[in-house]
C-alpha cells in the first residue's frame, strides 16, 4: 500500500538533548493538520522521514535517500514539508526534485508554510523558483558570516572551537587552563618517547594509569603544538567545488599564535620530540626545521 510521507528536518540539532528538538515535533504537528484537513488522502498511512541535525544543502540526508528510494520504489503518493527550505536550499537539486523527480514517479509535493501544491496549476511556479534560490542563497550567507566570525575570534586569539585538547579544559570567555592531572599525563609521554619508549608501549602505560590512550592518541599529542604554548589555525578550508570537503592548505599559509594559552611543556622538549620522529614525511621535516620561533610556518 502506498503511504504519505512527510519529511521532517532541522539544520542544528541541541547535543545536550535526548528527545527529538522542539521545531520537529512543531513541523510534525503542522503537517499532520495539513494532512487532516486534504480529503484526498484521508485512506492513506502517514510515515515521517527525519532528518534532526541536517544541513540544508548537504543532499546524502539518511532520512531524505531513505524517502527518495521509498519514491522510486512507488510507494508514496504525496510528500508534505513545512516549507520547501526543509527538503533542500540548493536550487538546482530542489528544481529537480519538484519539476522532474515527482511528476517522473507521479507523486504530489505539497508545502504548507509555503503555499506549494504541485496539484494546483495556477500556483505561479516563477515564484517557487525565486523562493529556492533565496533560501539557498540565505544558507550561504550565514555560513559565510559563521565563518567570517569564527575568523575573527581566532586572529584577536580567541578559543573558537567546540572542545580544548586534552590537558586542557575551558574557562570563561573560552580560555584554556591546564587540567592537571592530564598535563601530567602529557609531560610523562613527551618524556617517555625522548627515552626510547615506543608509542603503543606509552599507550599501555598510561592506561594502566586510568587514562583512555590509545597509540594514536599518543602519535597525535607528540605532533601537536599545541602542548608547547602555540595555537595554528588555518589549516583548512571548504572546497569550493566539492560540498562538504575540507581541503588541507599548505603550511605557509598556517596561522599560529602564541602566549594565548599556558604551556605544558617547553619548546625545547617539543623540538627534540620532532626531530626524533624520523619517520614523519620530508615536509614535516622541513617543518621542524623551520620552527624553532613558530613565528612562520
Same mark, same amino acid.
Given at each position: 500500500?502506498?503511504?504519505?510521507?512527510?519529511?521532517? #528536518?532541522?539544520?542544528?540539532?541541541?547535543?545536550?538533548?535526548? #528527545?527529538?528538538?522542539?521545531?520537529?515535533? =512543531?513541523?510534525?504537528?503542522?503537517?499532520?493538520?495539513?494532512?487532516?484537513?486534504?480529503?484526498?488522502?484521508?485512506?492513506?498511512?502517514?510515515?515521517?522521514?527525519?532528518?534532526?541535525?541536517?544541513?540544508?544543502?548537504?543532499?546524502?540526508?539518511?532520512?531524505? *535517500?531513505?524517502?527518495?528510494?521509498?519514491?522510486?520504489? $512507488?510507494?508514496?503518493?504525496?510528500?508534505?514539508?513545512?516549507?520547501?527550505?526543509?527538503?533542500?536550499?540548493?536550487?538546482?537539486?530542489?528544481?529537480?526534485?519538484?519539476?522532474?523527480? @515527482?511528476?517522473?514517479?507521479?507523486?504530489?509535493?505539497?508545502?504548507?508554510?509555503?503555499?506549494?501544491?504541485? #496539484?494546483?496549476?495556477?500556483?505561479?511556479?516563477?515564484?517557487?523558483?525565486?523562493?529556492?534560490?533565496?533560501?539557498? @542563497?540565505?544558507?550561504?550567507?550565514?555560513?559565510?558570516? !559563521?565563518?567570517?566570525?569564527?575568523?575573527?575570534? $581566532?586572529?584577536?586569539?580567541?578559543?573558537?572551537?567546540? #572542545?580544548?585538547?586534552?590537558?586542557?579544559?575551558?574557562? &570563561? /570567555?573560552?580560555?584554556?587552563?591546564?587540567?592537571?592531572?592530564?598535563?601530567? *599525563?602529557?609531560?610523562?609521554?613527551?618524556?617517555?618517547?625522548?627515552?626510547?619508549?615506543?608509542? /603503543?608501549?606509552?599507550?599501555?602505560?598510561?592506561?594502566?594509569?586510568?587514562?583512555?590512550?590509545?597509540? !594514536? $592518541?599518543? &602519535?597525535?599529542?607528540? &605532533?601537536?603544538? !599545541?602542548? *608547547?604554548?602555540?595555537?595554528?589555525?588555518?589549516?583548512?578550508?571548504?572546497?569550493?567545488?566539492?560540498?562538504?570537503?575540507?581541503?588541507?592548505?599548505?603550511?605557509?599559509?598556517?596561522?599560529?599564535? /602564541?602566549?594565548? &594559552?599556558?604551556?605544558?611543556?617547553?619548546?625545547?622538549?617539543?623540538? $627534540?620530540?620532532?626531530?626524533?620522529?624520523?619517520?614523519?614525511?620530508?615536509?614535516?621535516?622541513?617543518? !621542524?626545521? =623551520?620552527?624553532?620561533?613558530?613565528? /612562520?610556518?
Amino acid at each position: 500500500m502506498k503511504e504519505i510521507a512527510i519529511y521532517l #528536518r532541522l539544520s542544528k540539532a541541541d547535543k545536550e538533548r535526548t #528527545r527529538e528538538s522542539q521545531s520537529i515535533q =512543531n513541523q510534525r504537528a503542522l503537517l499532520y493538520k495539513a494532512i487532516r484537513e486534504d480529503a484526498s488522502f484521508g485512506e492513506y498511512p502517514i510515515t515521517a522521514y527525519i532528518d534532526d541535525g541536517y544541513s540544508g544543502l548537504q543532499q546524502d540526508r539518511p532520512a531524505l *535517500c531513505t524517502m527518495m528510494q521509498k519514491i522510486r520504489q $512507488k510507494k508514496v503518493v504525496a510528500v508534505f514539508v513545512k516549507d520547501l527550505s526543509r527538503l533542500s536550499r540548493n536550487h538546482v537539486f530542489l528544481a529537480g526534485f519538484m519539476e522532474k523527480f @515527482c511528476p517522473t514517479y507521479q507523486v504530489d509535493l505539497i508545502a504548507v508554510g509555503d503555499g506549494y501544491d504541485s #496539484r494546483k496549476e495556477q500556483f505561479v511556479q516563477t515564484a517557487t523558483r525565486l523562493r529556492a534560490l533565496f533560501y539557498e @542563497c540565505y544558507s550561504k550567507d550565514i555560513s559565510y558570516k !559563521v565563518r567570517n566570525a569564527l575568523r575573527s575570534k $581566532k586572529e584577536n586569539g580567541e578559543y573558537a572551537v567546540a #572542545r580544548p585538547p586534552f590537558g586542557y579544559r575551558r574557562e &570563561h /570567555k573560552g580560555i584554556w587552563r591546564t587540567e592537571p592531572k592530564e598535563a601530567e *599525563c602529557i609531560r610523562r609521554i613527551y618524556a617517555s618517547f625522548l627515552r626510547g619508549d615506543s608509542q /603503543k608501549e606509552i599507550a599501555l602505560e598510561e592506561s594502566a594509569r586510568g587514562f583512555t590512550i590509545y597509540p !594514536v $592518541k599518543v &602519535h597525535r599529542i607528540l &605532533h601537536d603544538p !599545541v602542548y *608547547c604554548g602555540y595555537f595554528i589555525w588555518n589549516k583548512n578550508r571548504m572546497s569550493e567545488y566539492i560540498p562538504n570537503k575540507n581541503i588541507t592548505l599548505p603550511r605557509d599559509e598556517w596561522k599560529v599564535q /602564541k602566549g594565548t &594559552h599556558e604551556a605544558i611543556i617547553s619548546e625545547t622538549v617539543f623540538l $627534540k620530540t620532532w626531530q626524533k620522529l624520523q619517520k614523519v614525511s620530508r615536509d614535516n621535516k622541513k617543518f !621542524v626545521q =623551520n620552527t624553532k620561533s613558530f613565528k /612562520k610556518l
